[in-house]
């Protein structure tokens, strides 16, 4: 005779993977009225968003997924961002500190669309890099540290070998697509 508690507790199991895969997505886009691209990546309940323009302005944002729409501020905290997250689509406001605000639409996106980031120290500072990959394979990337905010340039994909790209006094960086168990591991 089956279990009654069992087959309940595996069924809601089974939805509760059902619910956190389906929101588990990638969507990247484009800022209105500036060149900067914006990539959302979800988990089952973690939101993890870069823009850039590829010149002098990035930002991240980590959250948590928790309400509609997502209100978060980046990391470093000079600039908030709100966002409806669909199956198909993340719209939202970018709110910049000084003043300007930047609607965007962000399409769900297959690779090798999507969010790569690079992780460097060099003589004890942090150097991070981003790179916003569009379905159309136009890109944007910058890198951040040292209190500065520089261009990556482009970001080199095969298929049979890793990203990179060169960045002067870095050397070769290896980018790694950022995808749903990275969100889901980071700490907030």
């Known amino acids: 005779m089956r279990n009654p508690k069992l087959t309940v507790f595996l069924g809601f199991t089974a939805l509760l993977a059902f619910f956190s895969a389906a929101r588990a997505e990638t969507y990247t886009g484009k800022l209105e009225g500036t060149d900067a691209f914006i990539a959302v990546i979800t988990s089952a309940d973690r939101v993890v968003i870069y823009t850039c323009d590829g010149q002098n302005f990035a930002q991240w944002f980590r959250a948590r997924l928790v309400s509609s729409p997502l209100e978060v501020v980046s990391t470093d905290g000079e600039v908030k961002l709100t966002a409806r997250i669909s199956t198909r689509l ?99």
Do not use: C
């Not at 300007?100 to 120290?121: D, M, N, Q, W, Y």
């Not at 942090?126 to 136009?138: A, F, H, K, Q, S």
């Not at 890109?139 to 970001?155: K, V």
């Open 90 to 188: 993340v719209s939202g406001t970018l709110f910049l500190e000084d003043g300007k605000v930047h609607p965007f639409k962000a399409l769900r996106s297959a690779s090798p669309a999507g969010l790569f980031r690079s992780e460097t120290l060099l003589e004890g500072a942090n150097y991070i890099g981003g790179w916003v990959v569009l379905p159309n394979g136009e890109q944007r990337g910058s890198i951040m540290g040292g209190g500065l905010i520089r261009p990556a340039g482009a970001m080199r994909q095969t298929l049979n070998a890793p990203a990179q790209s060169s960045f002067e006094g870095l050397g070769e960086l290896s980018p790694f697509g950022v995808d749903e168990v990275w969100v889901s591991s980071r700490v907030l």
